[in-house]
């Protein structure tokens, strides 16, 4: 995904992993696992932004 | 935690939830929201206390511990300037850089020419808010950060490696800082969670209040547009750090959305309708918000009674508090009211006698928190917060 294009983003991500998803050509071990992991981390990105607007 | 302090912490948290609930504890509960009130007592300067987290927890903590408050805030001196300045947000005047010492941090609104989202980007904002944070909006209040599609630099992937680190090295201490004011002083950790209203977001950090009054008559439908597409983000952030024991209220700090900074319309149209979901919201998930009500809201008095009952706390910081509590009283729990100025400038004789109004008139029948009105800063006399203490816990028992 290039900077100038725009996912649509929903509350709690910045790079939704269906964008992510597409970049990986096939997941060879436990796929859940993986979005879990990749949106959990993703979650601490959004955090940080909306953080930055409220509070700091 | 020794079983005495674990009764003490156990008390005062029924003390507390039983106010919040609008009903009798055994006494008034004290939750003083102390800021840079906590560096007087304890000897710092505010630069210590904003610069150094560690010394505001402390001094937090010792506060807590002498005074013995039912509830308080981890660090009400909320903005770890050291870290903004690692992430080099403009808009804080830092106390011992930007100001003397012993003056507290400020916000510097940028002016209209300067504000950190222009009138023609609202499109840009409602399509894509995080996107817009990220993209837009962070290049222009860091001093560190690159605007996409220019050169990174090394200032700039230290801004978000510095940032994020420090972040989270803040959260965590306040969890342990909440834990300690537990363990240590047996007192409650009073809010858990944020929140501010979209149109407060707006004014605040992206239009400014000045660009946002001159939209509100150029463009309003964009205004109730960008609101709206804050609304789920601003929930989202209130319900991801709101108190996983649903015990606590989410804080919500409310600014200038009210008459007469706005009209009536205005506020009917674009404030009310984009923050009374967000409240519904978090209280269908079990979930207080504390409306920290700076400034003056007697004018909505009435609208905040459309909110379902108990689930707001309604601070009063310029408002008559007697009509509050005539108002709003029979459906939602009061606290604070007991004027700043007072604490600063007048007697302790004079702040007892204020007090025992409050609690005579508003708090009788429960469903009331004792507190001053803002935020105490390091204006407060320490023989004043002493003095609304001792009182309180001599004359609010029922």
Not at chain 2, 275 to 284: G, R
Request: glycine letters at 8%; a negative charge.
């Amino acid at each position: 995904m290039s900077e100038s294009q725009q996912p649509q983003r929903l509350p709690g991500e910045c790079f939704p992993y269906e964008e992510k998803k597409k970049e990986i050509s096939e997941v060879l071990g436990d796929p859940q696992l993986v979005e879990k992991m990749w949106k959990d981390i993703d979650g601490l990105g959004y955090m940080y932004i909306w953080f930055c607007l409220l509070a700091f | 935690m020794s079983e005495q302090m674990e009764k003490l912490y156990a008390e005062r948290l029924k003390r507390y939830t039983t106010a919040m609930r609008n009903e009798k504890p055994d006494m008034i509960p004290i939750r003083p929201f102390v800021a840079e009130f906590v560096a007087t007592y304890c000897g710092y300067t505010c630069q210590e206390v904003a610069h150094d987290c560690e010394k505001a927890f402390e001094a937090t903590r010792r506060c807590a511990s002498d005074f013995g408050w039912d509830a308080t805030v981890g660090n009400m001196v909320f903005v770890w300037t050291a870290l903004t300045q690692a992430i080099g947000l403009k808009y804080w005047a830092i106390p011992g850089i930007d100001l003397p010492a012993d003056v507290g941090f400020q916000y510097r609104e940028p002016s209209e020419e300067q504000s950190f989202m222009k009138p023609d980007e609202y499109d840009a904002l409602i399509a894509d808010p995080t996107g817009f944070l990220f993209n837009v909006w962070m290049p222009r209040v860091s001093t560190e950060v690159v605007e996409p599609g220019r050169p990174s630099t090394m200032r700039n992937n230290l801004s978000f490696v510095k940032g994020g680190m420090g972040m989270m090295q803040y959260f965590q201490g306040l969890s342990r800082q909440g834990e300690l004011l537990r363990t240590e002083c047996g007192c409650v950790s009073a809010i858990a969670g944020i929140l501010k209203a979209p149109f407060d977001i707006l004014a605040d950090k992206l239009r400014g209040y000045v660009g946002l009054s001159q939209d509100l008559f150029d463009c309003p439908d964009k205004v109730l547009a960008a609101c709206e597409a804050l609304m789920p983000h601003l929930t989202q952030v209130a319900l991801a750090t709101s108190d996983p024991h649903k015990q606590v209220p989410v804080s919500l700090w409310m600014h200038r959305g009210c008459v007469p900074f706005i009209s009536f319309e205005q506020f009917d149209r674009l404030f009310w309708p984009t923050l009374k979901p967000i409240i519904e919201t978090l209280w269908s998930n079990g979930l207080q918000t504390l409306f920290y009500a700076e400034g003056k809201w007697g004018a909505h008095l009435k609208t905040f009674r459309e909110l379902p009952a108990g689930s707001i706390i309604f601070h009063v910081d310029m408002d008559d508090i007697f009509e509050v509590h005539r108002v709003l009283g029979d459906r939602f729990c009061i606290s604070g009211g007991i004027p700043n100025f007072l604490l600063a400038y007048r007697s302790p004789k004079e702040v007892r006698a204020y007090c025992k109004k409050v609690i005579d008139e508003v708090a009788r029948d429960g469903g009331y928190i004792m507190d001053a009105s803002a935020i105490v800063q390091n204006d407060a006399k320490v023989e004043n917060i002493k003095a609304m203490t001792e009182f309180t816990r001599e004359y609010g028992v029922y």
